[in-house]
C-alpha cells in the first residue's frame, strides 16, 4: 500500500459520527468521581539496554496511590495519543483524569516512535513488549515500597502489546485494554494488505525495509506468530477490554473478546460501546470521558475473588 493510501486508511478508521448515548454498562462502574489533587505532570528519561525510553509521569499530589499504570499507545502513536476534539492527546487526557482518581500513570513513547530513541523501521510487538516491563520496573522503582497494585492499559496495538509483555513476565495485576488489536492477520491486513504481510515475513528479520511500509520483514513475522487469546490466556491478571462496534481496524471485536475469555480462568470483563476505534475522542469526547473513569474503576478495584 502507498504512504499516501496508508495515511487515509488509518484516518477513516480512527474517525467516526457521533455515537448514540452510552449504554446502561457505563453506569455499572461504580464510584468514580474525583478525589485527588493533580501534582504537575513531568517528562522522565528511562535509561534501557535498548536506548532511552520518554515518558511523562502524572500522578496524584496528595496521599498513596491507589494504582499504578504504565500506558501503551497504538501503531505509529506516541505517549499522548489522538487528539480530543482537537484539544489534549486521549492518554494526556486519561492521565490527569486517572491522577483525580489516586493513580499514578507512566505514559511512554515505544522505542523507535515519538520521542524515545531509535528506528521506528525496527520496531516489533517483541520490542515494545520490552519496553512495556522496563518502564514498569522504573515504575515500581520510583513509587518505591508502595503496595498499590500495577496495571497496564494499552489502546489497539499497545492492547496487544500488553497481553505479549503480560504472557512474558510482565508483573502487572490488571490490564485495560482499549479496542485492542485481537485478530492480527485482520487488522493489519486492512492496512497492508495480507499478500505483503504474507510475503514480508518469509524475509530475513532484520533485512531491508519492505517496500511502502517502513518496517523491517520482522514486524510482519509479528503479526504472523501473534496470539492474543494465547498470551491473555497465560496470565492470571484481571482484563477489561473496551470494544467500538464501529471500529474497522478491530472488527467483530466483542466476539473475539468473548472468545478470549472463554480461554481464560481469570477475570474478564468485556464493555462494547456504539463507538468508533478513538472511543468519542474526535467527535464525543463526554463518552470517552464516561470510558475513562470505567477504566479508573476498574485499575482501583478490589480483586474478585
Known amino acids: 500500500m502507498k504512504k499516501s493510501a496508508l495515511i487515509a486508511a488509518l484516518l477513516a478508521a480512527l474517525i467516526s459520527p457521533a455515537s448514540a448515548t ?42 498513596p496511590p491507589r494504582a499504578r499504570i504504565v500506558m501503551l499507545h497504538g501503531y505509529t502513536g506516541s505517549r499522548n495519543e489522538i487528539p480530543v476534539a482537537k484539544g489534549e492527546g486521549m492518554f494526556a487526557r486519561a492521565a490527569r483524569v486517572f491522577a483525580e482518581r489516586g493513580i499514578v500513570s507512566l505514559r511512554i513513547d515505544f522505542i523507535g516512535s515519538g520521542r524515545s530513541d531509535g528506528d521506528w523501521a525496527d520496531t516489533r510487538f517483541s520490542t515494545q513488549a520490552r519496553d512495556a516491563i522496563a518502564a514498569t520496573k522504573w515504575l515500581t522503582e520510583m513509587t518505591g515500597t508502595s503496595s498499590a497494585p500495577l496495571g497496564v492499559f494499552g489502546y489497539s496495538q499497545g492492547g496487544l502489546v500488553a497481553m505479549r509483555a503480560a504472557a512474558n513476565g510482565g508483573p502487572w495485576e490488571r490490564l485495560a485494554l482499549w479496542n485492542p488489536v485481537l485478530d492480527p492477520m485482520a487488522t493489519y491486513g486492512i492496512i497492508f494488505g495480507e499478500d505483503t504481510i504474507r510475503n514480508a515475513a518469509q524475509g530475513d528479520a532484520a533485512g531491508d525495509i519492505v517496500a511502502d511500509t517502513r518496517l523491517r520483514p520482522g514486524f510482519f513475522k509479528g503479526i504472523v506468530d501473534a496470539d492474543p487469546r494465547a498470551d491473555a490466556a497465560a496470565t492470571d491478571a484481571a482484563i477489561l477490554i473496551v470494544t467500538g462496534q464501529r471500529a474497522p481496524l478491530v472488527k467483530n ?35 470517552l470521558d464516561q470510558v475513562i473513569a470505567c477504566t479508573a474503576s476498574f485499575l482501583t478495584a478490589e480483586p474478585q475473588r
Do not use: F, K, M, S
Open 253 to 287: 471485536g466483542a466476539a473475539l473478546a468473548n472468545a478470549l475469555a472463554e480461554g481464560r480462568t481469570a477475570e474478564t470483563q468485556i464493555l462494547d460501546l456504539d463507538a468508533g476505534h478513538d472511543l468519542g475522542a474526535i467527535h464525543d469526547p463526554a463518552l
Open 22 to 63: 452510552p449504554p446502561e454498562a457505563l453506569e455499572r462502574c461504580g464510584p468514580t468521581g474525583p478525589g485527588y489533587a493533580v501534582a504537575d505532570e513531568r517528562v522522565v528519561d528511562i535509561i534501557t539496554p535498548a536506548g532511552r525510553i520518554e515518558g511523562t509521569l502524572a500522578g496524584p499530589a496528595d496521599g
